[in-house]
């Protein structure tokens, strides 16, 4: 279930003003380099953590993929505490993130693609990839991938919250285009957003689940598109992106306070 107001407000009090961002290392194009056993960089990690630390941050917000757990899951979870424990160390959290629907449509393991001139952030990989996304049997097959993540780690102070899906209706129009699912993609995640958030809390996580709502118009119940209703009400804490500024921010503070 939800967690309560009352719950989500006693979780807050608990923390710090969280201050943080959304973290990859420098020697990683995207998520699956970060954590493929080749390209992860224990000690790339540890160097940008105490600079994230000495900045003042106390959070990190870190994308996950489906491929590396059906690839080797326990060497994924390996890395993962090895993270944390890098983390840790500087007075960071984590805010892990399982799926994401933004940018490159196509991902695959081994070594990464080059950058896309013309394309922003043409590296970063979407998971689960289109492919999943347009056959439902694949898609619940990932109920493993992210039940046994999370029961991993579901009593670990290490982890702040879980963000669920990054921007589950983005279809990336200006960078792929055709090529993502343009008309369909909407539709496709507010049916299987729900089952996602049930994932998660059938392993019991101590820690609340999120999923940011990004782009719309939040003024009232009756504005809010069909996901970002999934979002906001099965979210133990709202979370949001605004790529505004200070003005933004603080309306769409106030739209969600209600």
Same mark, same amino acid.
């Given at each position: 279930?939800?967690?309560?107001?009352?719950?989500?407000?006693?979780?807050?009090?608990?923390?710090?003003?969280?201050?943080?961002?959304?973290?990859?290392?420098?020697?990683?194009?995207?998520?699956?380099?970060?954590?493929?056993?080749?390209?992860?960089?224990?000690?790339?990690?540890?160097?940008?953590?105490?600079?994230?630390?000495?900045?003042?941050?106390?959070?990190? &917000?870190?994308?996950?993929? #489906?491929?590396?757990?059906?690839? +080797?899951?326990?060497?994924? @979870? !390996?890395?993962?505490?090895?993270?944390?424990?890098?983390?840790?160390?500087?007075?960071?959290?984590?805010?892990?993130?399982?799926?994401?629907?933004v940018w490159h449509p196509f991902p695959y393991l081994g070594k990464q693609r080059d950058p896309e001139p013309?394309?922003?952030?043409?590296?970063?990989?979407?998971?689960?990839?289109?492919?999943?996304?347009?056959?439902?049997?694949?898609?619940?097959?990932?109920?493993?991938?992210?039940?046994?993540?999370?029961?991993?780690?579901?009593?670990?102070? &290490?982890?702040?919250?879980? #963000?669920?899906?990054?921007?589950? +209706?983005?279809?990336?129009? @200006? !960078?792929?285009?055709?090529?993502?699912?343009?008309?369909?993609?909407?539709?496709?995640?507010?049916?299987?957003?729900?089952?996602?958030?049930?994932?998660?809390?059938?392993?019991?996580?101590?820690?609340?689940?999120?999923?940011?709502?990004?782009?719309?118009?939040?003024?009232?119940?009756?504005?809010?598109?069909?996901?970002?209703?999934?979002?906001?009400?099965?979210?133990?804490?709202?979370?949001?992106?605004?790529?505004?500024?200070?003005?933004?921010?603080?309306?769409?503070?106030?739209?969600?306070?209600q």
């Amino acid at each position: 279930m939800r967690w309560t107001s009352s719950r989500a407000n006693q979780w807050y009090k608990k923390h710090p003003w969280l201050v943080g961002c959304n973290y990859a290392p420098r020697t990683a194009i995207n998520q699956l380099e970060m954590w493929q056993a080749e390209t992860f960089m224990p000690g790339v990690i540890d160097e940008e953590l105490a600079w994230a630390a000495d900045l003042g941050m106390n959070t990190v &917000r870190v994308f996950l993929h #489906d491929l590396l757990w059906f690839k +080797d899951s326990k060497a994924f @979870l !390996s890395r993962f505490e090895l993270f944390l424990q890098i983390a840790e160390r500087h007075g960071i959290g984590a805010m892990p993130v399982f799926f994401d629907s933004v940018w490159h449509p196509f991902p695959y393991l081994g070594k990464q693609r080059d950058p896309e001139p013309g394309v922003h952030n043409s590296g970063w990989v979407q998971s689960p990839g289109v492919a999943i996304l347009k056959d439902e049997k694949q898609f619940n097959a990932l109920e493993d991938y992210v039940a046994s993540f999370v029961e991993h780690f579901r009593d670990d102070p &290490r982890i702040h919250i879980w #963000d669920v899906w990054n921007e589950p +209706d983005n279809i990336n129009a @200006l !960078s792929y285009g055709p090529r993502d699912i343009p008309d369909k993609k909407a539709e496709i995640v507010t049916r299987f957003l729900p089952r996602v958030f049930d994932w998660v809390r059938s392993a019991k996580p101590t820690q609340p689940l999120t999923s940011g709502v990004w782009l719309g118009e939040w003024t009232s119940p009756n504005t809010l598109k069909p996901w970002e209703k999934v979002q906001i009400e099965q979210s133990d804490v709202i979370s949001f992106h605004c790529y505004g500024n200070k003005a933004d921010v603080e309306l769409r503070v106030r739209q969600l306070q209600q």
